[in-house]
Each structure stands twice: as structure tokens, then as C-alpha cells.
């Protein structure tokens, strides 16, 4: 009775592990977090706890196969835009390069204007006219007023253009004006008519609304007031 009883359970255990009835893991890996059970624990895995972890596998699996073409289409958006932008830069290119050389054809121009003289030392034989027309002045012997303008109320006695003297240091002004002393027998259309101030008589109205708490009367200014010049 006792054989026959042995027999039994030894068949029971051979049919419990046939049928996976073996004793599975307590604990649960998942796949989807990076958690995967070990050699050992998979071999002591039951039949259902086999099947659910291969189910699992195969979903992360697919999961891992959508990404990848995800990522693919991604890559490929990003080499299209890439080669766009690639082509824009070789349009772009002989644009720069030409601005890149106005750039420094401006920069020479300014680098030269800046370096033109704001001081000039009369010799014998100069006369307004004369200075204005050379190239480092202004290059334009009608300019010569402005010299005039700049320096017959610093220089004691130069009350004619015409009259200079040897050794005299002459203010060459280089900068447009923000601002202007009135000079006795001045009116607003003769300041604005000058060619540092605007070039053009009739824009002496600008002058009169930049100055509105000094003129009352655009008929009436005194010398020495200092209007401010609009740019």
C-alpha cells in the first residue's frame, strides 16, 4: 500500500512540472520599467508566469521597434531640414561675402574720415577758399563758411574771411551739429540754409518746433541763443 502511494505523488510531481505547476518567482519583473528576471529565476518561472513575461517581451519589443522607426522618420525630417538649410547657406553665401566687403569698404572710409584733420595751421599764402578745396579740409572750396562760421567768434579780430594770417590754428569742424549759437544778423532761413546745417533754407521751420520754449516769433532771434538742431 505504501509502494503503490509513492508512485502516486512521484507521478503528480512529473505532471505538475509537465503542465507547469512547479513553484514560480514571488516577485513580478517588468520589462517596461528595465526590470528583467534572471537566468535562475526564469527557469523557475511557472507555465502562466512564463507566457505573461514572454507576452511582455514581445510588447516592450514592439514598443522598441515603434520607437526606432519613430526615431528613424525623425532623423530623416532632420537630414531634409539640414539639407535645406545647407542650400540656403550656399545661396546666402556670395551675399555675405559682398557685405562682408561693403563692411570693410565702410570701415576704411570711416577709418580715413576720422583720421581727417580738425585742426589746420594757416601758412602764407592760404585763403578760406583755397583751404576748403584741399582734399583732407572738404575737398569743395565752397565749404569755406563753414570755417568762417567756426572760428571768426574764437579768433579775435577775424572779421574778414579774406584776411587770414600765418601760424593761426583754424577749428575744422567735422560732426553735424545738434545744436547752433545764433550770430549777430542771423535769421532761421540763413542757419538752415547752411550746407552743416540742412542745405536748404526752407527747413528752417524744423529749427522753429525744436525750439518752441526759446521762439515766440520765427521773425525774432537774438544772437547767442542756442537752438537745438533736429536730426
Known amino acids: ?41 526564469f527557469q523557475k518561472l511557472s507555465k502562466d508566469q512564463r507566457e505573461a513575461y514572454c507576452a511582455q517581451l514581445l510588447n516592450e519589443h514592439g514598443a522598441n521597434q515603434d ?3 519613430e526615431a528613424r522618420d525623425g532623423l530623416a525630417r532632420e537630414r531634409t531640414a539640414i539639407s535645406d538649410l545647407e542650400s540656403e547657406l550656399a545661396d546666402l553665401t556670395p551675399r555675405l561675402m559682398s557685405l562682408k566687403g561693403e563692411v ?14 580738425r585742426i589746420y595751421m594757416v601758412v602764407k599764402g592760404d585763403f578760406l577758399y583755397k583751404i576748403s578745396e584741399m ?12 570755417i568762417w562760421r567756426a572760428n571768426k567768434d574764437a579768433i579775435e579780430g577775424f572779421t574778414d ?10 577749428a575744422i ?41 526759446k521762439i515766440s516769433d520765427p ?13
Open 104 to 117: 570693410e569698404s565702410l570701415q576704411a572710409e570711416i577709418a580715413y574720415f576720422e583720421g581727417l584733420p
Open 173 to 213: 569742424p567735422r560732426d553735424w551739429p545738434h545744436t547752433y549759437t545764433v550770430k549777430e544778423g542771423e535769421n532761421l532761413w540763413q542757419i538752415a540754409r547752411y550746407w552743416e546745417i540742412y542745405g536748404e533754407g526752407t527747413m528752417w521751420s524744423k529749427i522753429v518746433e525744436a525750439n518752441q520754449d
Open 67 to 69: 520607437c526606432v522607426a
Open 161 to 170: 574771411p579774406n584776411l587770414i594770417y600765418p601760424d593761426w590754428e583754424l
Open 1 to 41: 500500500m505504501l509502494h503503490r502511494t509513492t508512485v502516486v505523488l512521484v507521478l503528480l510531481v512529473a505532471l505538475a512540472f509537465a503542465f507547469g505547476c512547479a513553484p514560480g518567482v514571488q516577485r513580478t519583473a517588468d520589462p517596461r520599467a528595465g526590470d528583467f528576471y534572471t537566468e535562475e529565476e
Open 219 to 231: 521773425n525774432l532771434i537774438q544772437p547767442g541763443w542756442v537752438l537745438t538742431i533736429p536730426r
Open 135 to 146: 582734399d583732407e579740409i572738404y575737398a569743395d572750396p565752397l565749404k569755406w563758411k563753414r
